[in-house]
């Protein structure tokens, strides 16, 4: 029953969702309207070995990587997404760039999931969110900075950055898209009171 | 308010004994040992607990689940080396509901201990609530926090009902623990 639970919950998001932001890999595919978005998102600590324990099938390609949920209008990442908060998430590999196409329009980063078991149990991670991506009409490509998650072994997330590191991305953006398009900079803005900072880490008196 | 999953499953047995020992073949007596030790009141649950695992999150390990001991809502293990664990799942069954696995998320879950030095470490009392779900999704629960049975009340009971506890290192400092309880 577990098993058919998450298989079910893998095939609806690897089938029934609507589609992730594309990834790109050539600025002939990204049409009038749309921007390349250059960004990073990263976990300090990284994932060890056996914190995500992807063992259903079909869900490998889970595996180091975090689902930013994405939409025009700012409001909190839902308990329980349901399939269509998946709608333009950003399917972001831990560590590494990505590399997307969207509408030239700012958008809101709601937050991230990481599936930590998918198996004989479900468990996610949560990510806050409320982190705005100012596009711009006629903007190309923009860099939109690394997304520092600091955590605990219990996945409390303990501060969140957004950290620059344009020379990076813009040297791998370049190799991959060419001097043709410049990337502008345009950071992400975290919301205000910091998303989810320093939540309580609650540990058995002794 | 936090959610857990309910899995009815005749495999979640299986799966919970298959995945977790008890004392991943330590000493009862080994120097490095702590008790962890905590209480659900499965009263307004499907079923009654007849097992439990904690995992360890910290350091990293192949064998994350530790069996625990379950008596009466009573669950606990006195075989865990220093690291960090947070309660996994627990499970049950009754003749009418069948089997099910309660399971703890992996985040935000109050249920957690970081173990510096060997010791009794007591992960509270709590209450079972049932949660509302529509018709395809899957079961929840929460657990509230309780004030009893006391850690106190609850040593007690451990050194009572358990007797494999009788004559170990156990015996000694759970008095010890009781004393300073006073």
């Known amino acids: ?3 058919v639970f998450v298989l079910l919950t893998a095939l609806a998001l690897a089938g029934c969702v609507p589609s992730a932001l594309a990834p790109v890999s050539s600025a002939d595919g990204v049409g009038g309207g749309e921007t390349i978005i250059v960004g990073r998102v990263e976990l300090v600590p990284p994932l060890r070995k056996g914190e995500q324990r992807l063992t259903a099938m079909g869900t490998g390609s889970y595996q180091n990587l975090m689902l930013l949920l994405t939409g025009e209008r700012d409001r909190p990442l839902p308990t329980d997404p349901k399939i269509a908060d998946y709608a333009d998430r950003i399917e972001a590999p831990l560590g590494s760039h990505f590399f997307v196409r969207t509408r030239s329009a700012p958008f809101y980063i709601h937050g991230g999931i990481v599936f930590l ?15 705005r991506v100012a596009l711009k009409e006629g903007d190309r490509a923009v860099y939109i900075g690394t997304l520092r998650y600091h955590r605990n072994e219990f996945f409390d997330i303990t501060d969140v950055q957004v950290v620059d590191e344009y020379a990076a991305a813009n040297a791998e953006y370049s190799k991959k898209f060419g001097n043709g398009v ?4 345009a950071l992400m803005t975290l919301p205000k009171s910091g998303p989810g900072r320093a939540k309580r880490v609650a540990l ?3 | 308010m936090k959610r857990f999953w309910i899995v009815p499953a005749l495999i979640a047995l299986w799966l919970l004994a298959a995945c977790s020992s008890g004392g991943h073949g330590r000493s009862v007596d080994d120097p490095s040992n702590s008790l962890v030790f905590g209480f ?4 307004d649950a499907p079923t009654k607990i007849n097992g439990a695992s904690i995992m360890q999150v910290a350091p990293p390990t192949d064998k994350p689940y530790w069996g625990m001991d379950v008596r009466n809502g009573l669950l606990y293990t006195y075989y865990l080396p220093p690291g960090s664990y947070q309660l996994a ?15 703890f998320p992996r985040q935000g879950n109050d249920q957690a201990v970081r173990i510096g030095k060997p010791g009794i470490y007591f992960l509270g009392s709590y209450r079972y609530k049932g949660v509302k779900t529509g018709f395809f999704e899957g079961g929840k629960f929460d657990i509230e926090r309780v004030n009893t049975p006391t850690e106190a009340e609850l040593l007690r009971r451990i050194l009572e009902e358990d007797s494999t506890l009788k004559g170990t290192a156990w015996e000694a400092k759970i008095r010890q623990r009781l004393s300073q309880l006073k």
């Open chain 1, 204 to 206: 058995a008196p002794n």
């Open chain 1, 182 to 185: 410049a990337l502008r900079k």
């Open chain 2, 40 to 43: 659900i009141d499965m009263a």
């Open chain 1, 117 to 131: 078991d998918m198996g004989s149990s479900m468990n996610r991670a949560h990510f806050p969110g409320g982190i």
């Open chain 2, 89 to 103: 799942s627990i499970s049950g069954s009754s003749f009418w509901r069948g089997d099910h696995r309660y399971n």
């Open chain 1, 1 to 3: 029953m577990t098993r």
